[in-house]
C-alpha cells in the first residue's frame, strides 16, 4: 500500500481534482469553472476514436491563440471525434503524464463557451489519469506531441455524464468540443534543466546536478545547522517565478538534516508531487516559502528549520524526530 505523503494535509487527489479557476482564487480549491475535471462516476469502456465531424476554427488558428470555433454542424458523433490541427514536435503524451494545456471548451449545438484558460492566461495543470480529468480528454490526448493543437468533440458518455454540468449551462445530453493547446508534459523521469549555480555558501548541503530524471544525491554536513531559512538555486530554470498563491507541481527529495537519512523522495515513490503553497504553509511553511519566488523550470536547495517545519509534532514513523531541520533538494516543473 501507497504511503500517504507526509506533506499533505488534506485528502490525497484533492488538488489533482481541482479545476481550473480565476487567478485571484485559492487554488486549493475547487473553483466553480467547468474545465475537465472528472465527474466521480465510474469509467465506460474504452471509446472508439473517429475524425469527425468537428466544427471549424475560424480565429485564433495559431497555436496558443484564444480561438474562434464554428457551430457543430448536424448530427455529432456517438463516438470520440479527435484531429490534430496542428502537429507539434515535443514529447509524446502518455496517460497518467501531466500536462500543462490552454483549452476552450464550447456546447456542440449552441457553440456557447462555458469555458477557456485563454482568457485567464493561465493554462490547465492536470493529470491525465481516471478520476482526475474527463475521459475524453485522457483518451484523446494520449498519443499526442507537446506543441500540438488538438480539437475533439467529446460525447456525454466520456464527458460530464448524464447529470451533465448545470453550473456551466452543460445538459446531460450535450456533445462539447474542445480546442487544446499541449504546452507541455511531465511524467516520473522529468528534471529541472536549468543552468548550474555555482555553491556561495560552503556549510550548506550540496546537491546533484543530473537532469535524467534520477533523485539529485543530497550531501549533508557534519556541521551545526542553519537557525534561518535557506533557498538557493542549484539549477536555475527560465520561466515564470512561482507565486505564493499557486499549485506547484514538482519532483523532491527530503533528508533530515541531523542523521543525513531521507524522509520522503517522489523518485523513490515513483509518483510526482503536485500542491497548493497556502496549503502547505500550514504543513511545512518553509517549505512553501522557499519555493515562492523561485523560476519554474529550477532545482532548488531549501533548508527548513524545526520552526517553519514539524518543530516538536513530527509525523509518526516518519524518521523525523522532534526539532528536526529538513533539507529538501526541489525540482519546479510547472506551477498553476
Not at 451533465?164 to 511531465?186: E, M, Y
Not at 517545519?309 to 533538494?329: E, H, M, R, W
Amino acid at each position: 500500500m501507497r504511503r500517504r505523503s507526509l506533506l499533505l494535509s488534506v485528502p490525497a487527489g484533492l488538488i489533482t481534482l481541482a479545476a481550473c479557476g480565476n487567478d485571484k482564487a485559492d487554488s486549493s480549491k475547487p473553483s466553480d469553472s467547468a474545465s475537465p475535471s472528472a465527474s466521480a462516476t465510474s469509467a465506460p469502456p474504452p471509446p472508439k476514436l473517429v475524425s469527425g465531424p468537428l466544427p471549424a476554427i475560424t480565429a485564433g488558428t495559431k497555436f496558443g491563440e484564444k480561438p474562434t470555433v464554428a457551430k457543430g454542424s448536424g448530427e455529432p458523433s456517438k463516438d470520440l471525434a479527435v484531429r490534430t490541427v496542428i502537429a507539434g514536435g515535443g514529447r509524446t503524451v502518455a496517460e497518467n503524464d501531466f500536462i500543462k494545456a490552454n483549452y476552450l471548451g464550447q456546447i456542440w449545438s449552441s457553440a456557447k463557451v462555458f469555458d477557456n484558460s485563454y482568457d485567464r492566461k493561465s493554462p490547465l495543470l492536470i493529470q491525465l489519469s481516471q478520476g482526475s480529468i474527463i475521459d475524453g480528454w485522457r483518451y484523446g490526448l494520449t498519443g499526442k506531441k507537446v506543441g500540438s493543437r488538438v480539437e475533439m468533440a467529446v460525447p456525454p458518455t466520456w464527458g460530464y455524464g448524464a447529470q451533465g454540468n448545470a453550473q456551466a449551462g452543460i445538459k446531460g445530453t450535450d456533445t462539447l468540443v474542445f480546442v487544446i493547446d499541449l504546452i507541455d508534459s511531465f511524467n516520473t523521469k522529468s528534471s529541472a534543466h536549468g543552468k548550474v549555480v555555482a555553491r556561495k555558501d560552503a556549510s550548506l548541503p550540496t546537491v546533484g546536478t543530473n537532469t535524467d530524471g534520477q533523485a539529485p544525491e543530497v550531501k549533508v554536513p557534519k556541521t551545526a545547522a542553519p537557525k534561518r531559512l535557506v533557498s538557493e538555486y542549484v539549477l536555475e530554470g527560465d520561466g515564470a517565478e512561482v507565486k505564493a498563491s499557486q499549485t506547484v507541481l514538482c519532483q523532491f527529495v527530503g533528508v533530515v538534516w541531523e542523521s543525513g537519512k531521507t524522509f520522503e523522495s517522489t523518485y523513490r515513490q515513483g509518483r510526482l508531487s503536485q500542491f497548493a503553497l497556502p496549503q502547505m504553509e500550514q504543513v511545512v511553511k518553509g517549505l512553501a516559502q522557499g519555493v515562492a519566488g523561485k523560476k519554474t523550470g529550477s532545482r532548488v536547495l531549501i533548508v527548513v528549520p524545526a520552526n517553519l517545519a514539524y518543530g516538536d509534532n513530527p509525523p509518526p514513523n516518519s524518521g523525523i524526530q522532534k526539532g528536526s531541520t529538513l533539507v529538501f533538494a526541489v525540482d519546479i516543473l510547472a506551477a498553476m
